[in-house]
């Protein structure tokens, strides 16, 4: 027996196909690292500009609330679909309780709002929006609408009526609201008065007139 033989085993040879077998796996093993390698430093940035882009979000979103809370809510609107009443279908009428008063004293009066049109619709029947306001000639002597007071809004089917009563204690108004008490007495005279829609002008009553005595 050599001695080659004797001393340590015989190398195996390694047939050309094997090689080119082993040569595939290493080729496939690398590929494969390589393709790790790449998502993990496609993950890796992902995150960075992730969180980079966190504080300019948070800061668009911190000045839009900033805007919003600046800016006033805008007035809501009215949703029920139906429409305020209008002079072509809306009479008032204006009676006084006697057709004249002494100077000093009182005078009740009657207003009525009578719904002549087909539809349904809605009416600001408070003092800031039917208006009492008696005149002597050109001047303007009373008004009912000066102190500020919270809107009604009447809903009226067709042929509705309503009414309601306004005393005037024979004074006169400035151009302020101001207490009925401290109001000065209108002199002896004629005086007219109307009932009016402040936000249509065409909404009127026939003129009544009556003496202060």
């Not at 077998?21 to 390698?37: C, D, E, K």
């Not at 009414?163 to 204690?169: A, D, L, M, S, Y």
Request: proline fraction near 3%; aromatic fraction near 4%; charge should be positive.
């Amino acid at each position: 027996m050599a001695q080659g033989t004797r001393n340590g085993k015989r190398k195996r040879a390694v047939s050309k196909r094997q090689q080119a077998v082993y040569r595939r796996r290493r080729i496939v093993v690398g590929i494969g690292l390589l393709l790790a390698l790449a998502l993990a430093i496609f993950c890796v940035y992902s995150i960075v500009r992730g969180v980079g882009e966190i504080g300019p979000a948070i800061s668009r979103a911190t000045a839009s609330h900033a805007a919003l809370g600046r800016d006033s809510a805008p007035e809501p609107k009215r949703t029920t679909g139906v429409k305020n009443c209008a002079s072509s279908d809306t009479r008032l009428e204006l009676s006084a309780q006697a057709a004249s008063v002494a100077v000093g004293g009182s005078l009740q009066w009657t207003e009525t709002i009578t719904h002549e049109g087909t539809d349904s619709c809605l009416i600001d029947d408070s003092d800031s929006s039917l208006v009492l306001t008696i005149t002597s000639g050109d001047e303007t002597v009373w008004r009912s609408d000066l102190c500020p007071v919270d809107g009604t809004q009447l809903l009226m089917a067709s042929g509705d009526r309503k009414v309601r009563t306004v005393t005037w204690n024979t004074n006169r108004t400035g151009t302020e609201c101001a207490d009925d008490a401290t109001l000065p007495k209108v002199d002896r005279g004629t005086y007219v008065a109307r009932l009016t829609l402040k936000n249509d002008s065409k909404a009127q009553s026939p003129p009544v007139t009556i003496e202060v005595q």
